[in-house]
């Protein structure tokens, strides 16, 4: 069993929790998600890893309750339990396997939208244990300009471009919609780009078929080949279509009836 051992509410229907997973914690690296289990008759419910405490054996996950496994899942409190905490799982952020000379030398932009600000946060906290010279710069955007940049990531980008500031790499991890326009904006700018496509994932081993994505023209799943790809490869429009369908029962029917043997991406083991 893992034990919930911290419960924050960080917005409306958006929690943080610490649990207690010390394998888990031991292995992880930034860009990999989880899957956990409520009970044994829970559903399965991948989540990015925000954070780990390796010393301390364990993890931290941010989720939003839109259906009725997350709202079971906000009900849980400190000291209640997890029935299953699986990973990590999926490929870790490519800055992973970059060398740390070469790191340092990089200027590298996170841009987050919403509950993608926290997988955000696991990369640049390992980035700056890893070098503790370096120092980031944050800036916030809001819609209303209540605070921060009136507009979004990409009006703050292109703010920060048009006041002479340059990029070697960008990572964006956010809603769809967001990562597409601000992918189009890096592409613009010449800054190679990294997006996560966390957000399709449904069972996370590639069997159920609701993270088939087009990567290039290629067809990618999202919790076995990814979860982040080059954001400029992604067919951010045919992801955006295929979640709406995949939505309803009759549009699963018609995905899996359409996309014939490619529908599913199998375990990421056998396949």
Known sequence: MFEILRKKLIGP????????????????LPGQFLIVR???????????????????????IVFQTVGAETYRMAQLEEGDHFADVVGPLG????????????LRK???????GGVGTAPVYHQLKWLL?????VCGNLYC??????????GTGSTALQQLYDEGKRYDHCVIIGPMIMMKFTSMLTKKLGIPTVVSMNTVMVDGTGMCG????????KVRFACVDGPEFDGFAVDY??????????????GRLLLKEQEGETHEGGCGVCR
């Open 129 to 133: 244990d890893e070098m503790k010279e």
């Open 210 to 217: 609701a993270c088939r994505l087009l990567v290039g023209g």
């Open 141 to 150: 955007a809001t819609d209303d300009g209540s605070y921060g940049v009136h």
């Open 106 to 112: 990089m200027k590298i932009l996170f841009i987050a």
């Open 13 to 28: 229907k958006e929690y943080l929790m610490e649990v207690r997973a010390p394998r888990v914690a031991e292995r992880a």
């Open 91 to 102: 490929n870790p952020s490519d800055l992973v396997h970059i060398p740390l000379d070469q």
């Open 38 to 60: 409520v009970d044994s008759e829970g559903e399965r419910i991948p989540l990015t890893i925000c954070d780990d405490d390796k010393e301390n054996g364990t993890i931290t």
């Open 237 to 250: 429009d045919q992801a955006m279509q295929r979640s709406k369908l995949y939505k309803t029962e009759e």
